[in-house]
């Protein structure tokens, strides 16, 4: 990577955003973060970000990917563009999927075309999802005490596994995640596609349809009710945030080397645990007390009985593993949110 580079990120006052944006200015990048701040906890991720940096130190510019017009006037000479905005629920895409193609599918379509026009030479990474690979329903999945898992996939599911859009949501992003790719492929971009799982760390606002591990955690801190879909032996590898970005400075390093690619990017098998009965006494434990919680026994749309990711490629071509352990990064989780009660309302 070159010493000092301008980073342009999309949702850059969302959770990986700003995460991403701390990060990066502690190394001595400019970033220059756009977003319309139409997420909970947007403004304090900002507030936070001034606190940590100073009031000069990046540049905010409140936008929204679905303006074209916008993003081409503050993309140019961009060399990294870290493109993180997007509608994030697969409950509200079913609700409302016209909203979702815009932010996910037109959203992304505009960034990479804002890129090809104005700055050719930037690395791209997206930020797609492991639900491109949709419900999986013919995967075979085994039943034990307090989990699902896979009954042949040893290591997770490899980026070669047949994809499958399920729910607007699923359609919007894996739209969005072969665009990427393409623009690789036809126009030379330095596009980089990486499928996450289950990111969780400090400055997650979670809610009930998105960002669980953090819901559930703020939910037992503030006494709020928690429901769980399904039977809560639904399996998820989960990564924490630093580790994500560890991953993303990679890929900016080897852009060259790596570009027009997918990636899986999750705990892999050595870090996952099931929704609930395995976070549950983990959770419980952190909070010195039983968390009581409903059961909704209709399952989500698309939801997977098991997702664990086969990270060996991005172990291979990138040299990148995860270093946080799942229940240490939850411990933290727990403490930052606990520290900070008055950052929480209820939606």
């Known amino acids: 990577m070159k010493d000092r580079m301008k980073i342009f990120i999309t949702g850059g006052a969302g959770f990986i955003g700003c995460n991403s944006a701390d990060y990066f200015l502690r190394q001595g990048h400019a970033v220059v973060i756009f977003d319309n701040l139409s997420r909970v906890g947007g403004r304090a991720n900002l507030e936070w970000l001034h606190e940590q940096h100073g009031d000069h130190s990046f540049r905010f510019v409140a936008g929204d990917v679905r303006d074209y017009e916008t993003l081409t006037s503050v993309v140019q000479g961009a060399d990294v563009v870290l493109h993180l905005a997007g509608q994030v629920a697969v409950t509200t895409s079913v609700i409302n999927p016209r909203e979702d193609f815009e932010i996910n599918a037109l959203g992304t379509f505009n960034v990479l075309e804002a890129v090809r026009q104005h700055c050719p030479e930037?690395?791209?990474?997206?930020?797609?999802?492991?639900?491109?690979?949709?419900?999986?329903?013919?995967?075979?999945?085994?039943?034990?005490?307090?989990?699902?898992?896979?009954?042949?996939?040893?290591?997770?599911?490899?980026?070669?596994f047949p994809l499958d859009f399920h729910s607007p949501y699923g359609c919007s992003k894996g739209a969005a995640d072969q665009y990427t790719i393409d623009y690789a492929r036809i126009y030379g971009l330095k596009t980089l596609t990486l499928r996450q799982s289950s990111i969780f760390g400090r400055r997650q606002f979670g809610v009930e349809d998105q960002g669980w591990v953090a819901h559930f955690?703020?939910?037992a801190v503030k006494g709020w009710p928690i429901t769980i879909y399904g039977d809560g032996k639904q399996v998820r590898d989960l990564l924490h945030v630093s580790d994500l970005i560890r991953a993303y400075e990679l890929g900016i390093a080897?852009?060259?080397?790596?570009?027009?690619?997918?990636?899986?990017?999750?705990?892999?098998?050595?870090?996952?645990?099931?929704?609930?009965?395995?976070?549950?006494?983990?959770?419980?434990?952190?909070?010195?007390?039983?968390?009581?919680?409903?059961y909704?026994?209709?399952?989500?749309?698309?939801?997977?009985?098991?997702?664990?990711?086969d990270i060996c490629k991005a172990e291979r071509k990138m040299g990148w593993r995860p270093r946080v352990a799942v229940q240490e990064g939850i411990r933290d989780l727990y403490e930052w949110v606990s520290s900070n009660p008055h950052l929480f309302s209820r939606q």
Do not use: C
Request: hydrophobic letters at 40%; proline letters at 5%; glycine letters at 10%.
């Open 254 to 294: 080897q852009i060259e080397a790596l570009k027009g690619q997918a990636f899986n990017l999750g705990g892999g098998p050595e870090n996952t645990l099931s929704i609930w009965a395995e976070f549950g006494p983990i959770l419980e434990s952190l909070a010195g007390h039983p968390v009581a919680v409903t």
């Open 122 to 160: 930037a690395a791209v990474l997206y930020a797609s999802t492991n639900k491109v690979y949709g419900g999986m329903e013919s995967v075979r999945t085994v039943e034990r005490e307090t989990r699902y898992a896979y009954a042949d996939f040893v290591h997770g599911i490899p980026e070669n």
């Open 217 to 219: 955690v703020i939910a």
């Open 296 to 309: 909704n026994s209709d399952w989500r749309p698309g939801d997977q009985h098991v997702f664990v990711a």
